[in-house]
């Protein structure tokens, strides 16, 4: 894969010569090139903005720098068309199947606006793919574009050992991963939980499915709603939230066996996850969940 890169601070984008994506480069699997765009400026300069039509604070991107820019690049190799990503906050989001699909592209082309972005009438007749990664505010495209070239590199034929690829990453199976242990056994009076010592692959298995399934319900439940969940898993589920119970007449469930009676009990066993949303059997205050205050 090609990946050109064009910025006001090139700069930015060393990191992209480190580590995975710096030796996937080496190794020939993706050519990352990145491009200065004051080089398409003309004036003693280097203009690249102006003020934005309309009014309103700061500055917008000109247009013909990039303009210039991208057709120089693209006509650097006219045997192929490039896929044209614009990160922007405006953007949709940024997912992991989303960097699936930029990595079946054979030529990526970012660009990295600056001050209030790029005018949206280049954007309107380059971009293939407006794109953000996330609901916060960045000064610029550029730690956008190391996000998405990592998230693709990686996902690049030889770049990561196959050993590794088959090991399912968070959002492969639509969980969120449970924790990850090794030595000490003991560290600081905190033992690593016995069952990943005990050798039985198939309880390790099910203990770290359980572990993902709570995490992903107090984390991430919306998560829940995108994935299949066998009644085993539903039971979990729905044992996580009773357990957060929030003081309610009756006592907090903490056991599957428990959720499951308690939801019978209550006459909503034909859905455990009702019961879960509700976090007690009964009427009482919904559940804390997780203790962040970043999580609703
Ligand atoms: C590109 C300029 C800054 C944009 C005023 C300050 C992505 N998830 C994301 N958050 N922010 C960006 C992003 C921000 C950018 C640019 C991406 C170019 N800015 C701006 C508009 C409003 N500021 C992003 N992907």
């Not at 930015?12 to 480069?25: D, I």
């Not at 790029?118 to 000064?139: K, M, N, T």
């Not at 969980?175 to 009076?189: A, D, F, I, M, N």
Request: hydrophobic share 40%; glycine share 10%.
């Amino acid at each position: 894969m090609r990946i050109d890169v064009v910025t006001i601070f090139p700069d930015y984008l060393r990191p992209l010569e480190l580590a995975l994506v710096g030796r996937a480069a080496s190794r020939d699997l993706v050519d990352i090139q990145t491009h200065d765009l004051r080089a398409w400026t003309h004036d003693v300069h280097r203009t690249v903005d102006d003020s934005p039509y309309g009014g309103g604070p700061g500055m917008v991107m000109r247009p013909e720098p990039w303009d210039a820019a991208l057709r120089d690049i693209v006509a650097r190799d006219p045997s192929r068309r490039p896929r044209v990503v614009v990160p922007t906050p405006a953007g949709v989001p940024f997912t992991q199947s989303y960097a699936a699909e930029l990595a079946e592209q054979d030529w990526l082309i970012f660009c990295c606006g600056r001050y209030e972005g790029i005018d949206g009438r280049v954007v309107d007749a380059w971009a293939d793919d407006e794109i953000s990664i996330g609901d916060y505010v960045l000064a610029g495209g550029e730690v956008a574009t190391l996000v998405m070239v990592e998230a693709v590199t990686r996902l690049l034929p030889g770049v990561v050992g196959n050993a590794e690829s088959i090991i399912d990453d968070s959002f492969a199976h639509g969980l969120l991963e449970g924790p990850v242990y090794t030595r000490p056994p003991v560290w600081e009076g905190r033992a690593v939980p016995e069952i990943l010592r005990s050798g039985d692959h198939a309880a390790i298995a099910r203990w770290r499915r359980e572990e993902a399934l709570r995490r992903t319900r107090r984390r991430r439940p919306e998560l829940l709603d995108r994935i299949e969940l066998s009644d085993a898993d539903r039971a979990v589920v729905a044992s996580t939230i009773v357990a957060a119970h929030g003081g309610g007449d009756d006592p907090p469930v903490t056991g599957v066996e428990d959720a499951v009676t308690a939801a019978g009990a209550a006459g909503v066993v034909e859905d455990a996850v009702t019961v879960a949303e509700r976090g007690t059997i009964g009427d009482g205050p919904a559940p804390s969940g997780c203790a962040s205050s970043h999580c609703s």
